[in-house]
């Protein structure tokens, strides 16, 4: 089973520049969710969707953008890079409900800005 | 800003033997929920044990059981009668509505 699947796993950006990481899951979730971790750091949620064509922010939602136009995808759109958007990020899909028993999470993409 | 902090990056633990994993949070609401989340190498989170912030009554699930301390914003995590298989991350969460943010995680490893 593929699970969450998050591309690219490694990218560098120059200052300005614009990328966007793909998420895709096989598993019929209708929450996903996008989050970053700086070293050392918890997950900090970017943007979540409860389903196709619904998404809201999360702690953390400004230099990015999301869509949801099918349900297994959840690009992140990050417009500008800024150097305080190098992290780690990661993608994530659950069952919906108000504690999902199960989070899936993808593998992972490490940005650096530079 | 909520945020949820773990301050042991690693925990270690005899089989049969009892650990206590810490988290602290931060928020201003008082309605909300709070979990302990176990990653084994697969990359998924599964669910070992919740508390909803209302409730007096700490959560017990088997050998595992929290103690909530609201007016402290603690949440810790106890293990009894550990077992080689409670090896994994484990990640305190905090969630009100549609917004769940993780603490960084605490590495529990578990010695035969």
């Known amino acids: 089973n593929a699970g969450v699947t998050q591309t690219p796993k490694f990218r560098i950006l120059k200052i300005g520049q614009s990328m966007t990481l793909q998420c895709t899951q096989d598993m019929n979730h209708n929450y996903m969710y996008w989050y970053r971790q700086d070293p050392g750091m918890g997950l900090k949620l970017i943007y979540y969707s409860v389903g196709a064509g619904i998404t809201d922010k999360g702690e953390v939602p400004n230099g990015y953008n999301v869509s949801r136009s099918t349900t297994e995808d959840f690009p992140l759109r990050l417009e500008l890079a800024a150097p305080s958007q190098t992290s780690v990020y990661f993608c994530?899909?659950?069952?919906?409900?108000?504690?999902?028993?199960?989070?899936?999470f993808g593998e992972g993409s490490w940005l650096t800005v530079v | 800003a909520q945020t949820v902090t773990q301050s042991q990056p690693e925990m270690s633990v005899q089989e049969a033997e009892t650990v206590t994993l810490s988290c602290t949070y931060d928020t201003s609401e008082s309605d909300y929920y709070l979990f302990w989340y176990k990653q084994p190498p697969s990359r998924q989170m599964i669910l070992v044990i919740r508390?909803?912030?209302?409730?007096?009554q700490n959560a017990t699930e088997n050998r595992f059981s929290v103690n909530f301390q609201k007016a402290a914003k603690s949440f810790s995590l106890k293990i009894s009668d550990s077992q080689l298989g409670d090896a994994a991350m484990y990640f305190c969460?905090?969630?009100?509505?549609?917004?769940?943010?993780f603490g960084a995680g605490t590495r529990l490893t578990v010695k035969p």
């Open positions: 994530a899909s659950s069952y919906g409900r108000i504690v999902p028993n199960t989070i899936y």
């Open positions: 969460a905090y969630r009100r509505r549609n917004d769940m943010r």
């Open positions: 508390q909803e912030a209302y409730k007096q």
